[in-house]
């Protein structure tokens, strides 16, 4: 039986992964866990990118993510989007993002995120790409980002909203 199992393993891996297909995978370095590195395409004439992720501080101890790295893009910074009377403002964390003991933050869409400016070419969905996190305490750490559709707000490629047809009279 555990031939047969093997067999049709190597035959499903000899016929390869559809296009895009791609295995989340979680890094550790420290006590820092990192789940789930994603991005969304860009269009052709983009210049910037984001990225997602979930971080865990497994520790006792805070940290903090300091930089990001990626080859993808000129400049790499770590942001920050809220909503300011009902704009959105972006900021760049000119001091990292704060990691507390025992605690998990995660970069989504309309929140934390990663900056990746100045792209070199444009993010297209099935694609991964490597990164370097730095982190003040547990060091640096090389993770691969998937990258999902335009517009998605998940790493499934899941889209913002059902598109309704219609819009809101007089909002910009």
């Not at 791609?22 to 990192?34: L, R």
């Not at 998990?104 to 990663?114: D, I, M, S």
């Not at 993770?143 to 910009?172: C, L, N, Q, Y």
Request: charged share 20%; hydrophobic share 40%.
């Amino acid at each position: 039986m555990r031939h047969l199992f093997l067999a049709c393993l190597a035959g499903l891996l000899a016929m390869g992964l559809p296009q895009g297909t791609s295995f989340a995978k979680d890094y550790t370095v420290g006590s820092i866990k990192i789940e789930t590195p994603w991005s969304r395409a860009t269009p052709g004439a983009a210049k910037v990118g984001a990225g997602y992720l979930k971080i865990t501080n497994t520790g006792s101890a805070p940290d903090r993510l300091v930089a990001v790295e990626a080859g993808v893009a000129a400049t790499s910074e770590i942001h920050e989007m809220k909503m300011d009377g009902g704009i959105a403002r972006m900021r760049k964390l000119a001091d990292g993002l704060a990691l507390p003991p025992n605690a998990t933050v995660e970069l989504k869409p309309g929140g934390y995120h990663l900056m990746f400016m100045e792209l070199k070419q444009p993010l297209e969905k099935g694609q991964t790409f490597p990164a370097t996190l730095v982190f003040e305490t547990a060091g640096k750490l090389t993770v691969e980002f998937s990258v999902a559709g335009i517009g998605a707000m998940a790493p499934d490629g899941a889209d913002a909203a059902p598109k309704t047809g219609g819009g809101t009279r007089g909002s910009h």
